[in-house]
């Protein structure tokens, strides 16, 4: 049964950082491109960053660029984002997501197994 849990939301000050982490389980990790996405309150979930199964490939949606960055470490089968100078409107639940297509900029369609989200709150 393939497992996808997400870690490391929290309240954080504009300005402030956090380092989102996500673990899979019941995949071959290094033969997944990995994703994370972000829904808002009343919002439709979009792609925020993802990184194809090698690690040499990336995207970020325009917002985060230069703030957000994403890494994947295959031997502990573990996706990270470190985000950097957060804004509220980052404020979403984030969720992390595995698949075995990669397309840049990505297709939530092709992301098959997700986590359960956790949280992340910027204030101003």
């Known amino acids: 049964q393939v497992q996808v849990v997400e870690s490391g939301g929290d309240l954080v000050q504009a300005g402030g950082s956090l380092r989102l982490s996500c673990t899979a389980s019941?995949?071959?990790?290094?033969?997944?491109?990995m994703g994370w996405f972000r829904q808002g309150p009343g919002q439709e979930r979009e792609a925020v960053s993802c990184?194809?199964?090698?690690?040499?490939?990336?995207y970020y949606e325009d917002s985060v660029k230069g703030r957000f960055t994403i890494s994947r470490d295959k031997a502990k089968n573990t996706l990270y984002l470190q985000m950097n100078s957060l804004k509220p409107e980052d404020s979403a639940m984030y969720y992390c997501?595995?698949?075995?297509?990669?397309?840049?900029?990505?297709?939530?369609?092709?992301?098959?197994?997700w986590g359960q989200g956790t949280q992340v709150t910027v204030s101003s």
């Open positions: 990184i194809n199964w090698s690690g040499d490939r990336t």
């Open positions: 019941g995949l071959t990790f290094d033969a997944y491109a």
């Open positions: 997501a595995a698949g075995r297509i990669w397309r840049s900029p990505p297709w939530v369609t092709d992301f098959d197994h």
